[in-house]
């Protein structure tokens, strides 16, 4: 088949290879930017995110407060960048330590099989049985809210979808042909998995993180709306939205900013999931 044809039975094409280099590379950019915010945020904020003026709160955007003023009067640009700091430190950390034990512990359930499957596997299912963020939100009320706790509690979620991917793509890869033939030639069991069959599987879990972290910059977000999460004076995104809540009639600008500012990282991380999808699918790669 000519290269420059569409193959309707695998949907791979030059349109989809652009169309997935064009999400990872705007994804990419994304994550760099947020990363950026997050490491530079006190040499890029325009004002202190603590500093407070009560005469010009709720103030609309102007030439000095590009975004406005919240009800103390403080920057909400500023308060925006230094927020990001906290929605990188929950991505980064929730997902490490969650891809981490989901990998570990998914791929030992996936080649062991037995009791051992089972036991791993049982643990998932209780898990799974609860809403995700009514867990959280439950575990921040015995915990107590602060920012170390929400991570806590998200990544005593998130390691469970890790954990079955994984284990879906052992259970798959130790039966192929390499992999008898390296148990023939009497390798053990963990040279077997880490050196041959977890190499193998990993390309999927990429693609998992990256969706992973959107959704625990949204679960900070939701638990610290609540309440739950970040505490004040520390500037967060849900907890801006939150305290925005009331004047949302008369001060738009309190929530529209942050909520737009999560919007954008959101689908971002999202965009760059599509396009680790497309580029790390074989069918896109002739």
Same mark, same amino acid.
């Given at each position: ?75 909400? /640009?500023?308060? %925006? ?6 929605? !990188? &430190? *929950? ?6 330590? #969650?891809? +981490? ?92 998995? /880490?050196?041959? %069959? ?6 999927? !879990? &990429? *693609? ?6 959107? #959704?625990? +910059? ?69």
């Amino acid at each position: 088949m000519n290269k420059f044809t569409w193959d309707s039975s695998t949907g791979s094409g030059p349109r989809a290879q652009s169309r997935g280099n064009f999400s990872f590379w705007f994804g990419l950019a994304v994550f760099c930017g947020l990363v950026g915010c997050a490491v530079f945020a006190p040499y890029i904020a325009p004002f202190n995110p603590f500093d407070q003026n009560l005469y010009e709160g709720l103030n609309s955007s102007s030439s000095d407060h590009l975004l406005g003023q919240d009800r103390l009067g403080r920057d909400i /640009l500023s308060r %925006i960048i230094y927020g990001s700091q906290v929605s !990188v &430190l *929950v991505a980064v950390l929730t997902v490490g330590v #969650s891809s +981490i034990v989901g990998v570990l512990l998914g791929a030992v359930a996936g080649y062991m099989g037995g009791r051992v499957d089972e036991i791993i596997m049982r643990v998932c299912d209780v898990l799974l049985a609860f809403p995700g963020i009514l867990l959280a939100i439950a575990l921040m009320a015995v915990l107590g809210p602060s920012l170390s706790n929400v991570i806590i509690a998200l990544c005593l979620m998130g390691w469970v979808g890790y954990a079955r991917l994984v284990r879906g793509q052992v259970l798959s890869i130790r039966e192929r042909e390499f992999v008898q033939a390296t148990r023939a030639s009497g390798a053990g069991n963990r040279r077997i998995l /880490l050196r041959h %069959i977890l190499p193998n599987a990993l390309s999927p !879990v &990429l *693609v998992e993180a990256s969706f992973g972290m959107a #959704s625990a +910059i949204v679960a900070e977000a939701g638990l610290s709306f609540l309440g739950l999460g970040v505490q004040p004076p520390s500037a967060s995104w849900g907890s801006m939205l939150n305290q925005g809540r009331p004047y949302l009639l008369i001060a738009p600008h309190l929530t529209l900013f942050p909520g737009l500012a999560i919007m954008a990282v959101v689908m971002g991380f999202n965009f760059l999931g599509d396009g680790l999808r497309d580029l790390l699918d074989p069918k896109q790669n002739y």
